[in-house]
């Protein structure tokens, strides 16, 4: 049983003459100030994700680093960066779409928690439930999810804040 993924969304309530400014910023278009912007904020959530945030310190489970060297980000179809030989280079989605991901085939069976109930860690021989730190070293699964929800109205704040920066360059 897989989860869905975690969605923000948002209802379009803009005036007209914000509408022309979005526009003139390259927003929904995925260019000019946009994309600058959303690569920034791909790059802050993976760090986010390997390292923790302050507003959750959850990481990706770490034992030999495997799983930390295969994840890269994407706006939309572009590859914003790809952390080891094992990451995916390629992915197609839409240009409004930021999207981390994992590529070792053990990733969503053990940290989406898709195994059948009381299996143990084929590692450690532990089983775990989800949600609980997997590592000492705070690692544990469904940590894009946990980071989404705890770091997602910061980071679009922080587009926002980089989006008119970007803007006025």
Do not use: C, W
């Amino acid at each position: 049983m897989a989860d869905n993924p975690v969605e923000l969304k948002f209802e379009n309530t803009l005036t007209e003459g914000m509408q022309k400014y979005f526009t003139k910023m390259g927003v929904g278009e995925n260019k000019g100030a946009d994309e600058i912007a959303k690569k920034k904020i791909a790059l802050q959530l993976l760090d986010y994700v390997i390292q923790g945030s302050p507003r959750e310190n959850i990481t990706a489970p770490l034992l030999y680093g495997t799983l930390r060297q295969s994840a890269s980000v994407f706006v939309g179809s572009i590859l914003v960066k790809a952390n080891g030989a094992d990451a995916n280079r390629s992915y197609s989605a839409n240009p409004n779409t930021i999207t981390v991901g994992f590529d070792v085939s053990y990733a969503a069976r053990m940290h989406e928690h898709l195994v059948p109930a009381n299996t143990p860690d084929p590692i450690i021989g532990k089983v775990f439930q989800p949600g609980e730190r997997t590592t000492a070293t705070g690692g544990g699964g469904k940590f894009v999810e946990l980071h989404l929800k705890a770091d997602g109205q910061y980071l679009i704040k922080l587009y926002a804040d980089m989006l008119k920066k970007e803007g006025n360059n």
